[in-house]
């Protein structure tokens, strides 16, 4: 394992094992190699202790895997990742993993009691959106159901903000995800911890507004590479933002290599390094009072 003085905490990570590879639509490879460049073995898939391996490599302790739930079942390019089969990686591997349930709205209350089990039964410790893949804004009133359960639970929520690209030519999807959007939803429930994924691009000076506006309303610096991230993000991470972003790469779609050399490279103040890597998810998910870690 390569020397990293910090060991990070990577809040986005889609499991990618081979299995799960031939669950996924076909649209899912193309996106990867054709729109963001990547090889064949992202294709492929990785298999979780191929994953443990490159964690390590980055200096990454800790990853939240994502159920996630892409769109409505039965309308073109949609799946769902079964929670079960993220209960089985936590289970496997306790010490390095931890879960994330998807979201879909229109299960309604189902849904609500299907969040609930994998919180009570399988200790996923958040939920995940894609507002893109519904076409329904985060202020939609078919989400806040979800957003009560979520308070219930004492768990946050994390959903894409900023632009959606084409991801199955067959069915493209209108950009919901402007942040400005989480105010509506921040002032209904003031106690919801609110994460925005996605770095906000291209409304990031909205998101932080949003992040700097409410008490609990965060940012994952996920799917964006750090070398292209807008300087006013550096600078929010940097300064009166520290206690507010996570590290996140949204892999496959970042390596985790690449995404934490890149991180080093923008030379952040000690304080703000830690707190980005790894201190803000400890307390916004509240892992020291999961397992009893730190």
């Not at 399988?122 to 989400?143: K, S």
Request: hydrophobic share 40%.
């Amino acid at each position: 394992m390569t020397d990293h003085d910090i060991l990070a905490i990577d809040t986005v990570v889609n499991p990618h094992t081979p299995e799960i590879v031939k669950m996924r639509p076909s649209w899912a490879g193309e996106f990867h190699r054709e729109k963001l460049g990547r090889g064949n073995s992202v294709v492929e898939g990785f298999s979780y202790e191929e994953m443990l391996a490159m964690m390590d490599a980055a200096g990454t302790e800790r990853a939240f895997l994502v159920a996630n739930k892409t769109g409505q079942l039965g309308l073109p390019a949609s799946w769902h990742l079964p929670y079960e089969m993220i209960a089985e990686a936590v289970a496997k591997y306790p010490d390095r993993f931890y879960g994330l349930a998807g979201i879909d709205p229109t299960e309604g209350m189902e849904g609500v009691r299907a969040l609930e089990r994998s919180v009570r039964d399988y200790g996923f410790i958040g939920a995940h959106l894609y507002p893109h893949w519904f076409e329904m804004a985060p202020d939609h009133a078919r989400y806040y159901p979800f957003y009560t359960k979520c308070v219930e639970l004492d768990i946050p929520i994390m959903l894409q903000v900023g632009q959606s690209l084409i991801y199955s030519k067959e069915r493209p999807l209108r950009s919901v995800g402007q942040p400005i959007t989480l105010d509506a939803v921040a002032c209904d429930f003031p106690e919801l911890r609110l994460i925005g994924m996605h770095v906000g691009i291209p409304w990031t000076a909205e998101m932080i507004a949003m992040a700097w506006k409410h008490e609990n309303v965060f940012i994952i610096a996920d799917a964006h590479a750090p070398k292209y991230w807008p300087k006013e993000f550096v600078h929010y991470i940097n300064s009166y933002g520290r206690h507010k972003v996570m590290y996140g790469t949204d892999f496959p779609v970042l390596a985790f290599d690449r995404y934490r050399a890149e991180i080093d490279a923008l030379e952040l103040r000690p304080e703000s390094r830690r707190m980005f890597l790894r201190d803000n998810a400890i307390r916004v998910f509240k892992l020291d009072q999961k397992r009893g870690e730190g």
